[in-house]
C-alpha cells in the first residue's frame, strides 16, 4: 500500500480520481443496457455471456458503490474552510450541482422510460420527483436511479450537520459514524439470517452506503496525512477489512446470499482503493469522462431506452436487432458520452458557474474554493 500524500498533491490526484468516477458510470451503463438487449433476437442470446458477466458480479452495484466511495473522498474536502458562511455555502454550491441537471431529467425520463412504453407518468409524479421526496412517499419515479441522488443529497446534509458542528474534521468522530452505519447494515444482514423479513435488509441498505461514503472520506483524510488519531486510522482499515473480507465471507457462508448482493461491494472497495493508492490510472479519456460522469449516469436510461423503442420497430431477423450483445453496449456508450458532453457543457457547467456566482456575492469570496470537478 502507498504511504499517505501530502495534500499538496491533492490537484494531481483529481484526474485519476475521475478515471475511477468514468469507469463506476460505463459499468453501469454496461449493466443496464445488456440486461435490456439480449433479447432483442435469437443471435443477441448467443452472446448473451455480455449479460451474464454482468450480472453475475452485478457491475451497476460495482459501480454505484465506487461512485459512493468517491463521494466521500472527494466532498467533505471541497469545503472553503475560510468562507464566512461554510455550511451554507457548501450547500448551495451542492444543490447548483445536483438540482438543475436532474430537473432536466425528470421529464425526458419520465417520457423515455415509462411513457413511450405505454405507462402513464402523470405530471404530479413528475413534481414529487422534483422534490426528491418520491422514495418517502412510495411514489414511482421518472428513473429508477434517482435513489442514489436522494442518497448522495442525505450525506451532503449529513456532512452540512457535521461542518456545523465543527466536526466534518474530526475523524474519531467520523470512524464512530462509519463503524455504526456499516455494523448496523451487518446486523440486518444476522436479522434476516434468524427469518426477519428482507425489507430489513434493504433499508439497512441505506445505512450501508452511508456508512461507505463515510468510510472514503476516512481514507482521504489518511491518505492526505491529516488523520493522527489512531483510534480513527484502527476504524479506517479495520472498515476495510469489514469490506473486503469480512461481510462477502459473512453473507455467502451464513446467510447465503446470491453472489451479486455482496461481491460488488468488496469490488468496489478494492478497484477505489487501488485505483487511489497503487494503480493510478492515467488516461486523458477516462479522466474526462468521469468529469462528465453525472450527465452519463443521467444520460444514460434516455439513450438505452429510445435506441431500444426503435430497434423493437424493426424485424426481429432485420441487421440492426442481430448484432453482438458488445456491439449494443459500445454504442449506448458512445451516444451518452456524446450527448453527456452537451448537458455537461450547456446544463451542468453553467449550473456550477451559477452557484460559485451566488456563493461569492452571498457569502464572500475570502480564499479558494476547492471545488471539485464531479
Known amino acids: 500500500m502507498a504511504s499517505p500524500a501530502a495534500p499538496r498533491d491533492a490537484a494531481e490526484r483529481l484526474g485519476h480520481v475521475d478515471a475511477l468516477r468514468a469507469i463506476a458510470a460505463l459499468l453501469v451503463v454496461w449493466m443496464h443496457v445488456s440486461e435490456k438487449y439480449f433479447q432483442l433476437s435469437p443471435d443477441t442470446q448467443t452472446s448473451r455471456w455480455v449479460y451474464d458477466a454482468a450480472s453475475y458480479v452485478n457491475f451497476g452495484r460495482v459501480g454505484v458503490a465506487l461512485f459512493f466511495a468517491i463521494s466521500g473522498f472527494v466532498i467533505p474536502f471541497s469545503v472553503r474552510a475560510t468562507s464566512p458562511a461554510p455550511v451554507r455555502e457548501f450547500l448551495l454550491r451542492r444543490l447548483f450541482r445536483i438540482l438543475p441537471l436532474y430537473w432536466l431529467s425528470i421529464p425526458i425520463g419520465a417520457v423515455t422510460c415509462i411513457m413511450i412504453w405505454g405507462a402513464p407518468f402523470p405530471l404530479r409524479y413528475m413534481l414529487v420527483d422534483m422534490t426528491l421526496l418520491q422514495y418517502w412517499l412510495d411514489l414511482p419515479s421518472a428513473m429508477g436511479l434517482y435513489w442514489t441522488l436522494v442518497l448522495e443529497m442525505l450525506f451532503y446534509f ?30 440486518a444482514v444476522l436479522l434476516i439470517r434468524i427469518g426477519y423479513p428482507g425489507q430489513v435488509y434493504l433499508t439497512s441498505l441505506w445505512f450501508f452506503h452511508l456508512g461507505i461514503m463515510f468510510w472514503g472520506s476516512m481514507f482521504r483524510a489518511w491518505y492526505d496525512g491529516r488523520m493522527q488519531s489512531v483510534f480513527a486510522i484502527a476504524c479506517t482499515w479495520g472498515l476495510l477489512v469489514i469490506l473486503l473480507v469480512i461481510y462477502p465471507a459473512y453473507c455467502a457462508f451464513m446467510v447465503r446470499f446470491p453472489v451479486s448482493y455482496f461481491l460488488p461491494y468488496a469490488l468496489a472497495i478494492a478497484i477505489f482503493v487501488a485505483g487511489a493508492t497503487l494503480l493510478k490510472i492515467r488516461s486523458r479519456v477516462l479522466a474526462g469522462i468521469g468529469e462528465i460522469s453525472y450527465s452519463v449516469y443521467l444520460v444514460h436510461p434516455v439513450v438505452f431506452n429510445l435506441l431500444l423503442w426503435a430497434l423493437m420497430r424493426t424485424e426481429v431477423t432485420s441487421f440492426w436487432r442481430t448484432r453482438h450483445l458488445a456491439t449494443y453496449v459500445v454504442l ?41 470537478a464531479l
Open 332 to 372: 449506448n456508450m458512445a451516444i451518452t458520452v456524446a450527448l453527456s458532453v452537451f448537458t455537461y457543457r450547456w446544463v451542468e457547467q453553467p449550473a456550477i458557474a451559477m452557484g460559485r456566482s451566488l456563493s461569492r456575492r452571498w457569502f464572500g469570496a475570502s480564499g479558494p474554493a476547492r471545488e471539485p
Open 158 to 187: 449529513c456532512c452540512a450537520i457535521l461542518l456545523f458542528a465543527r466536526s466534518l474534521d474530526n475523524y474519531p468522530r467520523l470512524a464512530v459514524i462509519a463503524t455504526t452505519l456499516i455494523l448496523a447494515h451487518l446486523g
